[in-house]
């Protein structure tokens, strides 16, 4: 299951999951500019990015959706460098998601694995065909 809000407003919520669900819960931090959003976007969850990551590591989060909404959805490239940053400092795996435009920004999160990038999510760039998926798996599996 995917908790996005819910970690913000009920962080209690997601440890309890946690718990129950070990391994099976997944927290989605979307962020602005640094700060995570909530309730679809629209509001601010009043918390960096970073920080909601490191407290649900502490409550046994173990992946991380992480969304630049600044870039999704707009073919701009991934936020590789925030992703990178959000899970070196906490310690999660992190799913980058959110402005992927081609292989080449597969190829730069691959390039970050070692920081805690373990995939990430490709919408638009395969809807419009700038990215094949068979190309994206091939590159995904480039050492």
């Given amino acids: 299951v995917i908790l996005g809000s819910a970690a913000v407003r009920e962080p209690?919520?997601?440890?309890?999951?946690?718990?129950?669900?070990?391994?099976?819960?997944?927290?989605?931090?979307?962020?602005?500019?640094?700060?995570?959003?909530?309730?679809?976007?629209?509001?601010?969850?009043?918390?960096?990015a970073v920080e909601l990551a490191l407290k649900m590591a502490a409550i046994g989060v173990e992946h991380i959706i992480f969304t630049d909404?600044?870039?999704d959805g707009k073919l701009s490239g991934v936020n590789v460098e925030a992703t990178a940053a959000l899970a070196k400092a906490s310690g999660v795996k992190v799913i980058a998601s959110g402005g992927v435009a081609s292989?080449?920004?597969?190829?730069?999160?691959?390039?970050?694995?070692?920081?805690?990038?373990?995939?990430?999510?490709?919408?638009?760039?395969?809807?419009?065909?700038?990215?094949?998926?068979?190309?994206?798996?091939?590159?995904a599996k480039e050492v």
Avoid: H, M
């Fill in 12 to 48: 209690q919520l997601v440890a309890e999951a946690c718990r129950e669900f070990p391994g099976q819960v997944v927290v989605g931090i979307d962020a602005k500019d640094g700060k995570a959003a909530i309730e679809g976007w629209g509001v601010s969850g009043g918390i960096d």
């Fill in 103 to 139: 292989l080449e920004d597969i190829r730069r999160l691959q390039q970050r694995a070692s920081s805690g990038i373990e995939g990430c999510i490709i919408g638009k760039a395969i809807y419009t065909g700038a990215v094949d998926l068979r190309e994206a798996l091939r590159v």
């Fill in 69 to 71: 909404i600044s870039r």
